[in-house]
């Protein structure tokens, strides 16, 4: 298994890359960085839900 971590500047550009991550049918997850509060992650189970406008993210 290959682990890639990428920074992005804006929530919809890593939004944008979740979605091409998805259409591939690969796994992905999300979340920010220190010192970001409140700290956040999105796990695979919720990427899809988080990263689709259409579907509430």
Request: aromatic share 8%; hydrophobic share 40%; glycine share 10%.
């Amino acid at each position: 298994m290959v682990r890639s971590t990428r920074k992005f500047k804006t929530e919809v550009d890593a939004k944008l890359f979740a979605m091409q991550v998805l259409a591939k049918g690969w796994s992905a997850s999300a979340g920010t960085l220190n010192p970001h509060q409140p700290k956040r992650v999105i796990g695979p189970a919720q990427i899809e839900r988080w990263a689709d406008p259409g579907l509430g993210g």
